[in-house]
């Protein structure tokens, strides 16, 4: 089976540090993608890991450990634009190569 | 920058209309996708295409059926709108050529069925 799991909702304030989860279980694995989708938008790519460890981008981080199934997405320096949902999906190359998408983080950055 | 475009973004139509929702992408990917969203809900797969006369279902059923006549478009028809088919649809692109083939996403078509 596939299953990707996410914290339905987080909060946190402008400013600050905050670490979105993603745990997985799938058939295959062929990289693990983060996306941001504001309301009533499509996702926009964020970032990709495919080996373990750290992968740094600006403001944003993404963590994988094969091993234990789970990723992290870090985001530095909260700005209220970075209010929207965080889609964790894994690319399963036994699933045809296809992405599986978790359900989405919705994080509120409070002033 | 992507280049996938969807058209209609918006459309309001009674049920048991036929209708096509289109996708363009022009930058030559190979690969294609259709997802269904619903408001605060995840993505659901379903249609895909490897490129050219190739069409796939994805894990979500759906009563709509796709086409992919050219590279560069992937549209999709519903033959008998019904209110169950509110949601947005999403039209995705990626070329699994590259090693990252990271997706690109269209802006989405909201769909209401009355």
């Known amino acids: 089976g596939q299953n990707i799991d996410q914290p339905t909702e987080m909060t946190a304030t402008e400013g600050a540090i905050v670490q979105i989860n993603c745990t997985y279980q799938?058939?295959?694995?062929?990289?693990l993608f983060w996306y941001q989708q504001h309301a009533g938008e499509a996702p926009t790519f964020l970032s990709y890991?495919?080996?373990?460890g750290l992968e740094e981008k600006g403001r944003f981080s993404s963590f994988l450990s094969r091993s234990k199934g789970y990723s992290y997405l870090l985001l530095k320096e909260l700005q209220m634009k970075d209010s929207a949902s965080y889609l964790c999906?894994?690319?399963?190359?036994?699933?045809?190569?296809?992405?599986?998408f978790g359900p989405g983080t919705r994080l509120s950055v409070l002033p | 920058e992507a280049d996938i475009y969807q058209t209609p973004r918006y459309l309001v139509i009674g049920t048991g209309k036929k209708i096509t929702l289109e996708c363009s992408q022009t930058?030559?990917?190979?690969?294609m996708y259709w997802y269904q969203q619903d408001p605060g809900m995840e993505l659901h797969l379903i249609h895909y295409?490897?490129?050219?006369?190739?069409?796939e279902k994805g894990d979500l059923s759906s009563e709509s059926t796709v086409s992919r006549i050219r590279t560069e478009h992937f549209p999709l028809t519903l033959e008998s709108a019904r209110p169950s088919h509110t949601s947005q649809y999403l039209c995705?692109?990626?070329?699994?050529?590259?090693?990252?083939?990271?997706?690109?996403f269209g802006p989405g078509t909201r769909l209401l069925v009355l």
């Open positions: 930058m030559g990917h190979d690969k």
């Open positions: 995705a692109s990626s070329e699994p050529t590259t090693g990252q083939e990271t997706q690109y």
């Open positions: 890991n495919v080996l373990d």
């Open positions: 295409s490897y490129g050219v006369n190739s069409t």
């Open positions: 799938t058939s295959g694995f062929n990289g």
């Open positions: 999906a894994v690319r399963d190359n036994v699933y045809g190569q296809n992405f599986v």
